[in-house]
T-cell receptor
Framework: GAGVSQSPRYKVAKRGQDVALRCDPISGHVSLFWYQQALGQGPEFLTYFQNEAQLDKSGLPSDRFFAERPEGSVSTLKIQRTQQEDSAVYLC?????????????FGPGTRLTVL | GQQVMQIPQYQHVQEGEDFTTYCNSSTTLSNIQWYKQRPGGHPVFLIQLVKSGEVKKQKRLTFQFGEAKKNSSLHITATQTTDVGTYFCAGRMDSSYKLIFGSGTRLLVRP
């Protein structure tokens, strides 16, 4: 596609529910990142995939967070037993290669609100 | 841990005035990128700086990377209402693909 797409754009969950957030990268982009952006803050790194391999998940805040990219394209971020502190915008970003010097293209984000 | 600090948090200027945001890292960076996020939007890449002391210009925007590769700045000359948004710096440490974002500077421009 023309850009990175994410779905849903908005998600309201009751505390304790599981949610799944989807990211469709730009075709052919090898690298995929997930970020969490709290209101008024910069994006915070969650996890990184190179193709289907999850090379870094050091930013995932707890074991309730899980990400996958089984075929090296679409990625899903799953949050189990959501808590109010999980409320944030979740951004997906992809880049063409694996070099440190490529720019990242961000999707529109999924705004998660946990009640 | 690795931190990238950004100041000021907010800047409210009259259209036509200049604007500068500053970014400081606690550790040496291999490169730094700048992004702009419009209200309700997502971050959009502006530029990347790699070399010590590097200066790059994009029309009214001037980006600098410090000699020690620990700080950077973005300067906008003669702001316009279209410049409104939050400007983020994002630094990368050596041998890492991870971007560490600053907290951003929100620019408001009075017409």
């Amino acid at each position: 596609g023309a850009g990175v797409s994410q779905s849903p754009r908005y998600k309201v969950a009751k505390r304790g529910q599981d949610v799944a957030l989807r990211c469709d990268p730009i075709s052919g982009h090898v690298s995929l990142f997930w970020y969490q952006q709290a209101l008024g803050q910069g994006p915070e790194f969650l996890t990184y995939f190179q193709n289907e391999a999850q090379l870094d998940k050091s930013g995932l805040p707890s074991d309730r967070f899980f990400a996958e990219r089984p075929e090296g394209s679409v990625s899903t971020l799953k949050i189990q037993r959501t808590q109010q502190e999980d409320s944030a915008v979740y951004l997906c970003a992809t880049k063409r290669g694996s070099s440190s010097y490529n720019e990242q293209f961000f999707g529109p984000g999924t705004r998660l609100t946990v009640l | 841990g690795q931190q990238v600090m950004q100041i000021p948090q907010y800047q409210h200027v009259q259209e036509g005035e200049d604007f500068t945001t500053y970014c400081n890292s606690s550790t040496t960076l291999s490169n730094i990128q700048w992004y702009k996020q419009r209200p309700g939007g997502h971050p959009v890449f502006l530029i990347q700086l790699v070399k010590s002391g590097e200066v790059k210009k994009q029309k009214r925007l001037t980006f600098q990377f410090g000699e020690a590769k620990k700080n950077s700045s973005l300067h906008i000359t003669a702001t316009q209402t279209t410049d409104v948004g939050t400007y983020f710096c994002a630094g990368r440490m050596d041998s890492s693909y991870k971007l560490i974002f600053g907290s951003g500077t929100r620019l408001l421009v009075r017409p």
